[in-house]
């Protein structure tokens, strides 16, 4: 029992441990992210900018690009380079047409880091377009196209994008008229309305043969992307778009999606070589049906078409109690007649009708009508059995044709528009949507370095302004309320569980010493006097068997002769001696029975009543 204690002491004393350590873990887990930081930027706080920072000890500098660009703009300074559109949008009516959504520079509302600002949309149901040129354009040959941007839907968002398009270059672009109809070559980013959430990847692809262009659209992720645009937090899209056809996105450096150019859009790229000829048509006798009715089949002459389905069960029988001249709603009688009510205008007044209620504890009230069941000859009509049809042709369809418009473009990325300006045309029912550090490059090292610059500070001070576990939990109480119930169980298991196995009762030596094998039961000491008494009672009824078992083996004795004498003194030697030891061992109990209960005040603790088995 002492090992037993010791070892659940220790199992007690290992729960502790392991909560401190947790806890210690998790308190310091915004401290490893702030050194892991500091780190990556250590090479970046040699540049000479300006220096704020703030309250967590972030600084914060202008993230600068440190390779080769194509366009880099971190919205830090005046917003230089960019043009807002003057265009109108087409099909659309005049009052909402225009191009008039509102652009601000400004920091974050939220896990603000100081000094740092983005583009903030803020109009609501309005059309927003802004551009700006690339440093240089960027031309599909053999360098991947990497696309990076931060957004964070400040206020949430109810229905509109905040993805960017990347335009065409061609000889007519004028960023001043960029409107919907504007050329673009790719457009990324997320799209929301209603429930349904998207992340659009679509290029627009030149048919070699007719010259037209298509969207394509790649597949949509196989991800729940609804916590990206609800949670108010800065998320970091990224498109890789390699020179081998493949593709990536990726939210917040982990890969959403990824696919190829040849395989994963819709439509395809290359259209099929095969089509179907639209002149063909189904002939008139074409039997398409894999089963017919059986001709041959006759129906019996026992099938009964006209059997209900149900019948009466004849076997019903009134149920005992049912009110046959009760009605199951009557007039409610604390119901009054309203003071305005006029019978010339509304008619008579009745009361409202309430259930019954002397049928509330009756089987039924109103007449009682015998239920109904199955009927056993009820076979419904009659059809003949389907055989398998004999002319069964298949499903028909129309033979196919070389397709026209047939061509192959094993290589799209090769083929696809160079890229001149990116520009954001959108239209929102909310505002505040914030936009920052956009980047194109062609190496995943500098989109990594910029993202650490910019997004991964940001990412740092809002891990730090979290809610801790504690008002995360009553949070998501409060939308579920049944957690409640869970938070209950599982703090009550353990605090059980630590009760019961932790703290046991504690059992004296007393106990011990006590404890016997027979079942023990507390006594007082008029109680042990009692027991004592019915000791004496039972041995001297004891005395007494014997000494009639002593009478019959005398009688025996001079039946069988001397030598049965012998061996019967012997026996008599041995009993008495057992019932002497017997005695003196009752004596002994009876005696410290009393030693016991004169020890003390309070009861004793058991009394074992000793047992003699009858020869």
């Known amino acids: 029992m002492t090992r037993m204690h010791s070892q659940w002491d220790w199992l007690c004393l290992s729960l502790l441990i392991i909560s401190s350590v947790t806890a210690e873990i998790e308190d310091g887990g915004v401290l490893g992210a702030d050194v892991e930081v500091e780190d990556f930027d250590e090479e970046s706080q040699q540049a000479d900018v300006d220096k704020e920072e703030s309250s967590l000890g972030v600084v914060y500098q202008t993230p600068k690009p440190t390779g080769d660009v194509y366009f880099a703009e971190p919205f830090d300074g005046e917003l230089t380079g960019w043009v807002l559109s003057k265009a109108k949008k087409e099909d659309t009516d005049d009052t909402i047409a225009k191009y008039d959504g509102r652009w601000e520079v400004e920091e974050l509302k939220e896990n603000t880091v100081p000094g740092d600002k983005g583009l903030v949309l803020k109009s609501a149901a309005k059309h927003h377009a802004i551009s700006a040129m690339l440093t240089k354009a960027f031309i599909f040959d053999k360098k991947p196209l990497i696309v990076q941007y931060e957004v964070n839907f400040q206020g949430g968002i109810d229905c509109g994008g905040a993805y960017i398009k990347l335009l065409s270059s061609t000889d007519d672009l004028d960023l001043e008229f960029f409107f919907d109809k504007t050329p673009y070559t790719i457009m990324f980013g997320p799209d929301k309305c209603g429930e349904d959430y998207k992340l659009h990847f679509i290029i627009r692809h030149r048919n070699p043969k007719t010259g037209e262009y298509d969207e394509k659209h790649a597949k949509r992720p196989d991800v729940d992307l609804k916590k990206f645009y609800l949670d108010k937090k800065t998320h970091l899209y990224t498109l890789v778009l390699k020179p081998d056809d493949t593709f990536e996105m990726l939210i917040d450096q982990s890969v959403i999606s990824k696919g190829s150019l040849l395989e994963d859009m819709v439509p395809p790229v290359n259209p099929p070589k095969e089509i179907d000829d639209p002149t063909d048509k189904k002939p008139d006798d074409w039997d398409e049906r894999p089963k017919i009715p059986d001709p041959n089949a006759v129906k019996p002459d026992d099938w009964d078409e006209d059997e209900p389905s149900k ?8 149920p005992e109690g049912w ?32 259930p019954n209620p ?44 070389p397709n026209p418009d047939y061509f192959e473009d094993p290589h799209p990325f090769e083929m696809m528009t160079p890229i001149s300006a990116i520009g954001l045309e959108l239209w929102s029912m909310t505002s505040d949507i914030y936009f920052d550090n956009f980047i194109i490059c062609s190496e995943k090292e500098v989109a990594d370095r910029w993202a650490a610059d910019g997004w991964g500070l940001k990412k740092l001070v809002a891990s730090a302004n979290e809610p801790g576990m504690f008002s995360q939990l009553v949070t998501a109480a409060e939308d579920h309320p049944w957690l409640w119930v869970l938070y209950v169980l599982t703090l009550a298991l353990p ?48 005395e007494e068997e014997k000494e009639n078992e002593d009478i019959g083996e005398d009688e025996d004795e001079s039946k069988y002769g001397e030598d049965d004498d012998e061996e019967n003194e012997v026996a008599g030697r041995s009993q008495e001696e057992g019932d002497e030891t017997n005695k003196s061992g009752s004596e002994d109990e009876m005696t410290a029975a009393d030693e016991i209960a004169g020890s003390g005040d309070g009861p004793l603790k058991s009394v074992r009543k000793r047992r003699v088995q009858k020869d």
């Open 311 to 318: 019948i009466e069960d004849l076997d019903a029988v009134k």
């Open 323 to 354: 009110l046959d001249y009760e009605p199951q709603y009557v007039p409610d009688p604390s119901a009054k007649k309203p003071k305005d009510w006029d019978e010339e205008m509304d008619g008579e007044w009745e009361a409202p009708q309430v």
């Open 495 to 542: 605090v059980g569980l630590g009760v019961l196995f932790c703290w046991p009762a504690k059992k004296t030596d007393e106990d011990f010493d006590l404890k016997k094998t027979d079942i023990s039961m507390p006594v007082t000491k008029g109680g042990v006097k009692q027991g004592r008494e019915e000791l004496e009672d039972d041995e001297i009824d004891l």
């Open 358 to 401: 002397k049928c509330a504890t009756a089987p039924g009230c109103g007449l009682w009508v015998r239920p109904m069941k199955n009927n056993p000859k009820y076979k419904g009509k009659w059809k003949a059995p389907m055989i398998p049809n004999p002319n069964y042709q298949g499903i028909w369809s129309p033979r196919k044709i």
